[in-house]
T-cell receptor, first 114, second 114 residues
Framework: AQKITQTQPGMFVQEKEAVTLDCTYD???????LFWYKQPSSGEMIFLIY??????QNATEGRYSLNFQKARKSANLVISASQLGDSAMYFC???????????FGKGITLSVRP | NAGVTQTPKFRVLKTGQSMTLLCAQD?????MYWYRQDPGMGLRLIHY???????AKGEVPDGYNVSRLKKQNFLLGLESAAPSQTSVYFC?????????????FGEGSWLTVV
């Protein structure tokens, strides 16, 4: 089974600055996948970025990048040039190749200040 | 969230009543999941299914039952609702084990048990 840990309290960032949201995972599988989702106040789950365990490069999607460090079992989300619309809850999630469970962390609330 | 539909979106139940939440997807996905989201707890997996006719327990299965009689539908049942089941319920689906980041979420179902 895979465990996803997000321990940061609510995060604050100034508009146009970069912010890093932390995520650590725990699995003994060699094959796994990690995600980040954004949940605005409206409630829908918005896919941001995906990293496969065998991907050689860190994933990037526009202003989002994933700082993937296998040895440390961390998959931190970096948001560059924060915008007011980035204020939301952010979830790290993952699955392993051995089973089909998709497990979520508890989430981090990000607030972007003008 | 095109492709995954949850019904109903809102429901108020009295303690002891029963109800069924329906998740329907039209993408021929094999894997389907039911989560509940509570403040500070992230998304917790209730039950999941890896194909038609199969179901498995997640992290918090007690008080819930599921069925996957048709590939496109995943039903979540509450036989005797309790106030502790007041939550937001999300359904998600994924094509198969190799499909990586192609996970789709429904828009959520808000359930209140009084």
């Amino acid at each position: 089974a895979q465990k996803i840990t997000q321990t940061q309290p609510g995060m604050f960032v100034q508009e146009k600055e970069a912010v890093t949201l932390d995520c650590t995972y725990d699995t003994s599988d060699q094959s796994y996948g990690l995600f980040w989702y954004k949940q605005p106040s409206s409630g829908e789950m918005i896919f941001l970025i995906y990293q496969g365990s065998y991907d050689e490069q860190n994933a990037t999607e526009g202003r989002y990048s994933l700082n993937f460090q296998k040895a440390r079992k961390s998959a931190n989300l970096v948001i560059s040039a924060s915008q007011l619309g980035d204020s939301a809850m952010y979830f790290c999630a993952g699955f392993t190749g051995a089973n089909s469970k998709l497990t979520f962390g508890k989430g981090i609330t990000l607030s972007v200040r003008p | 969230n095109a492709g995954v539909t949850q019904t109903p979106k809102f429901r108020v139940l009295k303690t002891g009543q029963s109800m069924t939440l329906l998740c329907a997807q039209d993408m021929n996905h094999e894997y389907m999941y039911w989560y509940r989201q509570d403040p500070g707890m992230g998304l917790r997996l209730i039950h999941y299914s890896v194909g038609e006719g199969t179901t498995a327990k997640g992290e918090v299965p007690d008080g819930y039952n599921v069925s996957r009689l048709k590939k496109q539908n995943f039903l979540l049942g509450l036989e005797s609702a309790a106030p502790s089941q007041t939550s937001v319920y999300f359904c998600a689906s994924r094509l198969d084990r190799s499909s990586g980041n192609t996970i789709y979420f429904g828009e959520g179902s808000w359930l209140t048990v009084v």
